[in-house]
């Protein structure tokens, strides 16, 4: 793949709201995407559309949000409208969209409503690559032809200091599992209702006391909680890998990052949702065996979850491409 994709990048669009994306906080996957793709010196970009063999469409939903939405209205049609826009820009200008019906075009959102928004157009919602974190198959999110993003949460931009370093492999955690966060969409909820100030090797807050370090609770714990919000990603998955904590994703529907290519049950636990109640118990019965092969699954994948400036071989920016570059493998372009 390094040595042959090409990415054409449509420089049609103004700042901020093409070109341009969040490279901090919770949306940070979206932005630094589409600033490495910007690069004039970017190895898998290419001037020429016609030696591409996918197109990016470099919008960001997150900076729509911002820009074009009206708080509290939750009217997305703006939103809707600018991509239908773009869309009809490109396809009127150059022949590839009109080509493929857009199969060999992409886009890319860590943004809730990314999904919502690629609805402006037919097309791109049910022909394209559309990269997003929000990746819920009951919700249209289709794995064969989309792809799942991590969500990754940096605070200014950085990696937190302390999950730069986790203890070394054979240090004891004394907790067994770890959650704080708020109680958002169906499934937090429940967790709390069984847990929350129930058992004293399951810290389960629904917001952390401000006298108590969330970073040291990920690198104490075995386990960490990662229930879906409103949405079905979180951003707690990645802080579990950098901090060497077997993720337990808590989520329906939810196609995980990567999983085209990274096997997921090698450094995580999925529980259903139905059986949180049992969540002790399924957790204690993992034994110290599996336990060490888990966390030496963690440490093989990290590099893969990880937003490298600039952008490293096996770094979320390669993931990606590898990962579009998979799917237009299996697009048949007359």
Not at 24 to 29: M, W
Not at 191 to 208: A, G, M, P, T
Not at 257 to 272: C, G, T
Not at 312 to 324: A, C, G, Q, T, Y
Request: net charge positive.
């Amino acid at each position: 793949m390094e040595r042959r994709f090409k990415v054409y990048v449509y420089e049609e669009g103004e700042l901020p709201l093409v070109h341009d994306g969040p490279c901090k906080n919770i949306y940070t996957s979206e932005g630094r995407f589409i600033h490495e793709m910007e690069k004039s010196n970017n190895k898998f970009r290419t001037r020429n559309p016609e030696a591409a063999h996918v197109y990016f469409m470099p919008f960001s939903v997150t900076w729509m949000v911002r820009y074009l939405y009206q708080p509290n209205t939750y009217n997305v049609t703006p939103l809707k409208e600018f991509v239908s826009d773009y869309v009809r820009i490109i396809s009127r200008k150059h022949s590839f969209w009109n080509k493929t019906q857009g199969a060999d075009h992409f886009m890319v959102s860590c943004h809730d409503w990314g999904p919502m928004t690629s609805q402006g157009n037919a097309f791109l919602y049910n022909t394209s690559i559309r990269v997003l974190c929000n990746a819920n198959s009951s919700e249209g999110f289709n794995p064969k032809k989309d792809v799942s993003l991590p969500e990754i949460h940096l605070y200014g931009g950085k990696v937190p200091s302390k999950l730069l370093h986790p203890p070394p492999f054979n240090s004891s955690r004394p907790l067994l599992a770890f959650f704080a966060g708020g109680v958002h969409g169906p499934i937090r909820p429940i967790l709390l209702q069984h847990w929350k100030n129930r058992d004293s090797d399951i810290r389960v807050y629904e917001y952390l006391p401000k006298d108590l370090d969330y970073y040291n609770f990920l690198l104490q714990s075995r386990f960490c909680l990662c229930p879906s919000g409103y949405e079905v990603a979180s951003p707690r998955i990645v802080e579990a890998i950098y901090a060497e904590c077997i993720p337990v994703i808590l989520s329906d529907h939810y196609v995980l990052p990567f999983s085209d290519v990274l096997r997921w049950e090698a450094f995580s636990i999925q529980v259903e949702v139905s059986k949180i109640p049992r969540l002790k118990e399924i957790l204690m019965a993992v034994s110290e065996d599996e336990y060490r092969r888990l966390k030496e699954g963690l440490r093989a994948v990290r590099r893969h979850f990880v937003l490298n400036k600039p952008a490293k071989r096996f770094d979320v920016f390669h993931m990606i491409l590898h990962s579009v570059w998979l799917r237009r493998l299996n697009l048949r372009v007359g």
